[in-house]
Every structure is written in structure tokens, then in C-alpha cells.
């Protein structure tokens, strides 16, 4: 009669001593560090589906609205979000510095590169602020308040010009459908600003693990997966950037 | 020798008593445990709003409640039933509880994460059942737009919210066992000497991290539009009611897959132990899950075949449709063959295999007249689609987790139950089922709406013999409540494999040691090895 | 113990000066009329970037087998995510605008 199982022992060597990081479930430190990459990307995979179920809205519209969508995309700042958009590069470059100076056991720039990744997602932040602030001040904001032509009116004043070509809409069908370009401005960025605030949250708790010096070069993982996360969140932009900012131009 | 059996000391039970030691475990038997709790209550709370729904119907005048109360409970019966109780319950109970063993490992993956993955189910039931408290939603599970986005005064957004919170629950157990399926196997235990169980909840798995994020989505877009007054399904602004319902069924339809695969492993499980038979075509069966989770996120678009999209995509879905049905075919094949010259029996779990059988044949056979584009314009939103889930999420899923439950229990108690009450439940459960539905088919056929109070007296004989089936089914569900917690004081001890069943579960103590193994197993043989396993350690009780 | 790959200081320089650069080329891009193509010439970029970022800044080209697997399923997911709602709408009047609905119509419950 044969038991199926043969019992092996589990534990090794009596010497290999343990890493406090070192989850007794897992054989081995690489193993669980395959296990925490593995699962990382599992949830960067839910994130691509949840954010891609608004390009989905946004491709449909973009075909039957196009006009729309160009001349509302004409309102947003070429230069805010290209200044974020760098920025965001930039805060990329910093985090995977912080994860290689992880990787180099040095403490000090881990911290360093960490904070700098912060600062520049705070300064994203920033711009957004100021972004959505003069979108509220011009009523672009869809819902009860928002007056397409408000802006219009108000730049005619000043004394600015946009250009413009011949449009298949009549005012009120850009009244109407502009509403939908800006409701998804609002969604799509507004759900990446919140990404963005979890990120940099994220980031104070790694940075305060690596001043506390709870990383070296053998395990350094949660740097690691926070840059993941912070990568990704990068990636979103940059394809929101062109298809928010850059419909047509000019 | 038979010695006396008795429950063995130490135990995953019995390491710690304190309710912090449930609250903070990370012991995935415990918190399946608490999952196994936590949607029995749910699954009540659902059926309260069956019994409304079935009570209303018994008279072909809408009598018992108006119309709007009505709209509130199949909106509620729905929601509670999909997201709280069928697409956690046997991944949560069962699939936590046993992957680990099934795969000589000591816990999942990521501990935490499960247990992180009850609160949030947690958090979710308690806004959805807040909503419900508050007067509910009235716009079906489905919250169509633009009646959901604009028109409708209910409770939506706690409802939604609720949903979306659930959501992330299923994300992360599909996530950790994934990464446990893949990573924590124990030596010798090849992808192909896994359990069918297993294959079945990774394919589950991959459903429930790719699909779910969309109707999370769905649900943001949904929130933002009534909350903020954002215009993207407001069709008087341009936007696309019908985007709504590609997005909700992108994740729906897989979703009906999250609820039936599980089963389906269950069902390999139990078939291969009381036939003593190696599953035939093995991998055929293993492969066929797979093959279901991919196909099921290609053929969504059969729900809105009479939704305004495109004959020339209707078409292209409904050839697709036909196509997941070979895999399910596949499965019942062999499961037939695997019964075919097999030393069957006929103990509970049995039953509710055979059980499944049956009813899932004629669900997933009603699914093809309904892939059918010629048929589901006479039928869509008629009682014969409420027919057909029902036997695939009741006589399908629900028998599943029910057989699971009585196969696993003497593994997850150390007890058994009565037999004969279980055998009589098992049988109650069947003929209350069959009473139930069957006339909802033929009532859906000759033309009642589904989601409608009242419907033509002539339709009174079928809705009656429905809603008295329903009174049987309900009986049915009661009684194991009743001899589980009998079980857990009373019942005879079980040991270790009662049933002489193969799979490493069964070769450890039951309940198991919170560490599972002694020492970390090294698998050598092949799964469902009955020429192996001898018959006289099989308990008969 | 683990041997992590660890990149060197230049290479990840030469990742972001390549981003800075091709984020100027999209901009750049957007000014040039190509009709149809502008478009596809932004995410032909935007997708661009993102591989720079996904092989090198997160480490994915010397990551697993089982890594680029789990990448790859996701992306095709979304791919037939937005591929298949298309098979509906394309095969409707899509380029045409819908019908014109009344502006004046109020759709507002509370």
C-alpha cells in the first residue's frame, strides 16, 4: 500500500539563518520575493482593466464627437500638462534610483531619491490644482453649472483668440457634447490624481521604513513594489497626456 | 485496526480561543471559517427576498406589495445573492480552506491579504445592507442606465459602493491564489498532478482579477454620473446608455464563470472519490477550465442582443456563445465516463453531484437556445432566462457548494453529520429546485416578463407550482443549519478520511493542524489514485 | 543569496533622456497635421514610453518567465476590452454623428 506522501524535512540547514523579513510560509527569501513580484503585477494587471474601461468610454466618443473632443481639448494647457508630464518622467527616474540606491545597500540615497520621487508628485499635485481650478472658474465642469461658451465670451474679452476650424456642430450640440469630453476629463484624471495622492502616501510609509534602515540589499522588496505602483501610475499619464491634451492642435 | 477516533488535540480550532485570535488570524482554515458565516447570512438575506418575490407572484394580481417595493426585491435578491453570496462562496469557504493542503502548503501566499480581503468583504456587505436598510434600490442587479444614472430615487450609491468594495474581496483572493498556485507547491506536486479542484479555482482566479476592475470601473462612472452630474450614458447630452451595458457585462458574464467553475472542481473531486475513479481525461478536464475562463470574456454581449447593437456583432457574440459551451460539455462527458463502470455510491455529497448533473445539463443546454439569436428575441427578459441561471447558478453553483460543504465538513470539524437528515435535505433540495424552476421555463416561453409583479390569470397554475416549489427548496436549505450545528457537538468523530478519499487534505488529522503539515509533504504519485488508496480506511457512517 | 540585477546609473539616465525626448516628439507631432495618423502617431509613441518604462524602470526584461506572462494576459485583455466593444460600434453608423438629441430635454430625478 503505498502512502502517496513521503515526508521530507522542511527545514534546512541549521546554519542558514533567518532574515527578520523572512515569512515563515515561504522555503526560501527568493521565493517569497517571486511571490511578492508575481502578486504585485497580478494587481498592476487590475489597474490596466480599471483604467481601461474609461479608454473604452473614451475611444467611442472620440470618434463620434471628434469635433467636440478638439475643441475641448483645446481649453486644457498645453503647458501645464506638458510641464507634468515631465515631471512625472522625472519622478519615475527619481523612484527607480530610490530602488537601485535600495538595492546598493545605501541608506542615505534611498531617502534621498524617495523624497525627491514625493516632492515631484506633490509638485503633479500642485499643477492639477491650479488645472482644475481654472476649469471651475470657466464653468467647464459638466453637470448643472457648466456653460460651454462661458469661456468664449470671457477670452473674447481679453482679447484671445483660439483657432478654430469649420465644426459639424451646431452650439448647443457642443453644449451637450463637450459635457461628455470634460466628464471624462474629470473621471480620468481625477481617478489618476487619486492614484497619485495613494502613491505619494505609499511613499511617506517607505521612506519612513528606509530612514528607520529596515532595508538592505537582501530584501528591500516593499521599495521595490511601491516603485511598480509608481511606475505604473506614471505610464496612465502618459497616455492620458496625448489624448486629453493633444485631440488637435493647434 | 478501527480504534476508537477521537478529535485530536491540537488543532487550527484550538490555537487560540480569543476573539482576537479569530479577528487578527492568518490562518486561511479560520478565515474561511469566518467566510463560511458571513455568506450564510447573506445567503439568508437573499433568500428572505426570494420568499417576497415568490409570495408576490403566487396570485397573478400585484397584491402583496407595489409595483416600486417589488422592483426593490429582485434588485436586492439579486445584488445580495451574485456579489455576496455565489461569487465568494466556494472560492472564500472551500478554496481558502483547501488550497493550501490540496498543494502541500502551509498557508496561501499572502495571509494578510486574505484576511484583508474578509474586512473588505465586510465593509462592502455593511454598505450594501445599509442601502437595502434604507429602503434599497429598485433598478435591478444590472442598474441599467439611464434609469440608474438619472431617473431612479433609490439608494444606489451605498448599493454601488457596496459592490465595489466587495469587489476588491474578490481581486485579492483570486490574486493569492494565483501567486499560491504558482509559487507554494509542495515538492513533486507537478501542475499536472494537482487536483482538478485547483485548476478549476485558478481558472476562477484569473477571471476574478481581470474582470472584476471593469465593473469597478462601471461603477465610478456610474457614481461620478450621479453624483456629480457628469454626462457619460445621459443620452439627452450625447452619451451611450448601451456603453453601460458593454462595460457591466465585460465582468458579468465572466462573472458567471467565477460562480460555476469552483463548482465544477468540486464536482471532479467528489465524482473521481465515490465512483474510486480517476477522472477520465484528466487533462481534457483541466484544460476545459481554463479554456472556459478564456472564452467566457469574449461572448459578453449575448445579454444585449435586443439592446440596439449592431445584427453584425449580435452574430459574431452568438457564434462565440455556442463556442464556451464545448468546454462545459467537455467536463460533463467525462464526468459521466468517470461514472461509467465506477464502484459508485450514493452518500450525500454524491447526491448533490448527481444533483448537479442533471441540472447543470439542462441550464447550460437553455443557454445555447439563448445564444440563439431567432429564440432570444422571443424570450430575452422573459422567465425563461431567470430559468436558465437558475439552474446554473442554483442547480449548478449552489449544489456544488453544498456537496463541497458535505464532503469537506469531517476535514474542516472532525465531525460528521446524520446521514439519513442529510440524504433527506440533499433530496429535498432537488425535488423543491426542479418544482421551483421547471415551470419557469414554460411560463417564459408563453410570454411572462421577468422583473414584473403581476402577469395574466391564465399564468396563475405555473406561478403557483413555482412559488410552492419554492416553500420546499427553502426547507431544503434549513435543515443542514440544523445538523451542521448538531454535527459540531454531537457528531460521530470523523478522522482522517472518512470517505478513503486520494489529495493531500485527506492525509492530514481532521481539523488540521494550523500549519497543515507536520513536515512539508513530497508528492510522488499521481492524483485520484484509487488502485492505491485502500477501501478499508474509508469510515462508513 | 538573490542576485537582483542592478542597473546601471546610465542606462537609467539614457531611459529618461530617451522620455523627455519623445514627449517633446508628441507634442511636436500634434502640431503637424496627418489627418487620421496624428492619432496614431500619439499612442504609437505614448506606447512607446510606456515599454521604455515597463522593460527598464520596473525591471520586467530580467524578470521572469512568469512576470512577462502575467504582463502580456493583461494587455490582451484590454486589448479585446476595447477590440470587442468596437466590433458593436463599428458595425454601426460610427462615423456619423447620432442623431441630434433635443438640448432642451431635462433628465434629473433628485
Known amino acids: ?250 | 485496526m478501527l480504534d476508537k477516533l477521537k478529535i485530536p488535540d491540537e488543532h487550527y480550532l484550538h490555537s487560540g480561543h480569543s476573539l482576537r485570535s479569530w479577528l487578527l488570524t492568518k490562518d486561511h482554515k479560520r478565515i474561511a471559517i469566518m467566510y463560511l458565516m458571513s455568506i450564510s447570512v447573506m445567503f439568508f438575506i437573499g433568500g428572505m427576498f426570494a420568499v417576497g418575490i415568490r409570495f408576490e407572484l403566487a396570485t397573478p394580481q400585484g397584491d402583496f406589495v407595489t409595483a416600486d417595493t417589488y422592483n426593490k426585491f429582485f434588485t436586492m435578491h439579486g445584488v445580495i445573492m451574485v456579489f455576496f453570496f455565489l461569487i465568494p462562496s466556494i472560492p472564500a469557504v472551500l478554496g481558502n480552506f483547501l488550497i493550501p493542503p490540496m498543494i502541500g502548503a502551509k498557508d496561501l501566499a499572502f495571509p494578510r491579504i486574505n484576511l484583508l480581503s474578509l474586512y473588505i468583504y465586510w465593509l462592502g456587505g455593511a454598505f450594501t445592507l445599509a442601502a437595502m436598510l434604507m429602503g434599497g434600490v429598485d433598478t435591478g442587479w444590472t442598474f441599467y442606465t439611464p434609469y440608474s444614472s438619472a431617473a431612479s430615487n433609490t439608494h444606489i450609491i451605498p448599493t454601488a459602493l457596496g459592490i465595489f468594495i466587495a469587489g476588491f474581496s474578490s481581486i485579492l483572493t483570486g490574486l493569492n491564489f494565483i501567486v499560491t498556485i504558482h509559487r507554494m507547491r509542495a515538492p513533486g506536486m507537478t501542475w499536472f498532478r494537482l487536483p482538478l479542484f485547483v485548476w478549476a479555482h485558478y481558472a476562477t482566479s484569473l477571471i476574478q482579477v481581470l474582470g472584476t476592475p471593469v465593473i469597478a470601473i462601471t461603477i465610478v462612472m456610474l457614481f461620478v454620473e450621479r453624483a456629480f452630474g457628469f454626462g457619460i450614458f445621459d443620452p439627452t447630452r450625447g452619451g451611450d446608455p448601451v456603453l453601460f451595458q458593454h462595460l457591466f457585462w465585460f465582468y458579468s458574464h465572466p462573472a458567471v464563470y467565477i460562480m460555476i467553475l469552483p463548482a465544477m472542481g468540486v464536482m471532479s473531486e467528489l465524482i473521481s472519490t465515490f465512483s474510486r475513479k480517476i477522472i477520465f481525461g484528466y487533462s481534457f478536464v483541466a484544460f476545459s477550465s481554463l479554456a472556459i475562463a478564456v472564452f467566457g470574456f469574449i461572448v459578453w454581449a449575448h445579454h444585449m442582443f435586443v439592446a440596439g447593437m449592431s445584427t453584425y456583432s449580435a452574430m459574431v457574440f452568438s457564434f462565440l456563445s455556442f463556442s464556451v459551451g464545448i468546454p462545459s460539455a467537455v467536463k460533463t462527458f467525462n464526468w459521466s465516463a468517470t461514472l461509467y463502470k465506477g464502484a459508485v455510491s450514493f452518500e450525500t455529497p454524491m447526491l448533490y453531484a448527481y444533483g448537479f448533473l442533471g441540472l447543470f445539463a439542462i441550464g447550460g443546454l437553455t443557454g445555447l437556445f439563448l445564444a440563439t439569436l431567432g429564440i432570444d428575441v422571443h424570450v430575452h427578459d422573459t422567465y425563461f432566462v431567470v430559468a436558465h441561471f437558475h439552474y446554473i447558478m442554483v442547480g449548478g453553483a449552489i449544489m456544488g457548494y453544498l456537496g463541497g460543504l458535505h464532503f469537506w465538513w469531517p476535514k474542516m470539524t472532525g465531525r460528521m453529520y446524520s446521514e439519513f437528515f442529510s440524504r433527506v435535505s440533499a433530496i429535498t433540495v432537488f425535488v423543491g429546485f426542479n418544482v421551483t424552476f421547471f415551470p419557469q421555463f414554460v411560463v417564459g416561453y408563453l410570454g411572462m416578463p421577468r422583473r414584473y409583479h403581476s402577469y395574466p390569470d391564465e399564468m396563475q397554475v405555473l406561478n403557483v407550482m413555482s412559488s410552492a416549489g419554492a416553500t420546499v427548496l427553502a426547507l431544503g436549505y434549513v435543515m443542514p443549519v440544523l445538523y451542521f450545528l448538531y454535527s459540531l457537538k454531537w457528531g460521530k468523530v470523523a478522522g482522517p478520511n472518512p470517505w478513503g478519499a486520494s489529495g493531500l487534505e485527506w492525509q492530514t488529522q481532521s481539523p488540521p493542524l494550523t500549519e497543515n503539515f507536520s513536515e512539508v509533504p513530497v508528492v510522488t504519485s499521481e492524483p485520484y489514485h484509487y488502485d492505491d488508496v485502500v477501501i478499508k480506511e474509508k469510515h462508513r457512517v | 543569496m538573490m542576485s537582483d540585477h542592478v542597473s546601471p546609473l546610465a542606462l537609467y539616465l539614457t531611459i529618461f533622456g530617451a522620455l523627455m525626448v519623445l514627449t517633446a516628439v508628441t507634442v511636436g507631432a500634434a502640431y503637424v497635421d496627418l489627418g487620421a495618423f496624428n492619432f496614431l502617431v500619439a499612442i504609437a509613441i505614448a506606447c512607446f514610453k510606456a515599454s521604455l518604462v515597463v522593460w527598464y524602470f520596473m525591471h520586467v526584461k530580467w524578470q521572469s518567465q512568469m512576470t512577462k506572462l502575467t504582463l502580456a494576459t493583461g494587455l490582451f485583455t484590454l486589448a479585446i476590452l476595447l477590440g470587442m466593444s468596437l466590433i458593436d460600434y463599428a458595425s454601426r453608423n460610427f462615423t456619423d454623428m447620432p442623431r441630434p438629441v433635443n438640448p432642451d430635454a431635462q433628465m434629473r430625478a433628485h
Not at chain 1, 80 to 109: D, E, F, H, P, Y
Request: charged share 15%; net charge negative; with cysteine.
Open chain 1, 1 to 250: 500500500m503505498s502512502n502517496a506522501v513521503a515526508h521530507a524535512d522542511g527545514h534546512a540547514d541549521a546554519r542558514h539563518a533567518h532574515h527578520p523579513a523572512h515569512q515563515h510560509h515561504f522555503d526560501t527569501m527568493a521565493q517569497q520575493k517571486e511571490a511578492a513580484v508575481i502578486g504585485m503585477w497580478l494587481f498592476l494587471l487590475t489597474e490596466i482593466l480599471f483604467f481601461g474601461g474609461l479608454f473604452v468610454a473614451y475611444m467611442i466618443y472620440r470618434v463620434w464627437y471628434f469635433d467636440a473632443f478638439a475643441e475641448a481639448s483645446r481649453r486644457l494647457s498645453l503647458f501645464w500638462g506638458g510641464l507634468n508630464t515631465a515631471v512625472l518622467i522625472g519622478s519615475s527616474l527619481t523612484m527607480a534610483l530610490a530602488v537601485r540606491a535600495a538595492q546598493t545597500n545605501n541608506r542615505k540615497w534611498t531617502v534621498n531619491w524617495l523624497v525627491l520621487t514625493m516632492l515631484l508628485g506633490c509638485v503633479f499635485l500642485g499643477v492639477k490644482v491650479i488645472e482644475y481650478q481654472d476649469k471651475f472658474a470657466n464653468y467647464e465642469v459638466p453637470g448643472e453649472n457648466y456653460n460651454w461658451l462661458y469661456h468664449e465670451q470671457h477670452a473674447a474679452a481679453a482679447g484671445e483668440t483660439t483657432p478654430h476650424r469649420e465644426l459639424s456642430l451646431t452650439p448647443s450640440q457642443l453644449q451637450n457634447t463637450t459635457q461628455i469630453y470634460f466628464s471624462l476629463y474629470f473621471t480620468m484624471t481625477g481617478l489618476h490624481a487619486l492614484h497619485m495622492i495613494i502613491g505619494v502616501g505609499l511613499m511617506m510609509v517607505i521612506t519612513w521604513m528606509a530612514w528607520k534602515g529596515r532595508f538592505d540589499a537582501q530584501w528591500y522588496t516593499p521599495v521595490e513594489m511601491s516603485g511598480l505602483y509608481w511606475h505604473f501610475v506614471d505610464i496612465v499619464w502618459i497616455f492620458l497626456f496625448p489624448l486629453l491634451y493633444l485631440v488637435e492642435r493647434p
